[in-house]
Nanobody, 119 residues
Framework: DVQLQASGGGLVQAGGSLRLSCATSGFTFRTYDMGWFRQAPGKERELVASISRTGNRLYYKDSVKGRFTISRDNAKNTVYLQVDNLQLEDTAVYYC????????????WGQGTLVTVSS
């Protein structure tokens, strides 16, 4: 079974930083693209960043460009999200998810990590 365990969230003041990690197991990590999604209270879950299998192709949602950095360590089966200059609107539960080809593994959501930004 695919296992996804996000960690690294917390309470941070606006302008602060966190490094989120997502440890994975149950699939061949190096053959999957990976993404970070977030879900804010009362809102739909949205993709904020993704990284290709080898790390050479990156995507960022416009509102996080220049502030978030996605990376991966294929030896550790782990994907990271460095979140800098956090804003109030970044408050959400953050999740990672694998993607094989064009298909996100939507049935594999794991435990997310809560990021709360205070003013």
């Amino acid at each position: 079974d695919v296992q996804l365990q996000a960690s690294g969230g917390g309470l941070v003041q606006a302008g602060g930083s966190l490094r989120l990690s997502c440890a994975t197991s149950g699939f061949t990590f190096r053959t999957y693209d990976m993404g970070w999604f977030r879900q804010a209270p009362g809102k739909e879950r949205e993709l904020v960043a993704s990284i290709s299998r080898t790390g050479n192709r990156l995507y960022y949602k416009d509102s996080v460009k220049g502030r978030f950095t996605i990376s991966r360590d294929n030896a550790k089966n782990t994907v990271y999200l460095q979140v800098d200059n956090l804003q109030l609107e970044d408050t959400a539960v953050y999740y990672c998810l694998p993607k094989y080809g064009s298909a996100w593994l939507y049935n594999a959501w794991g435990q997310g990590t809560l990021v709360t930004v205070s003013s």
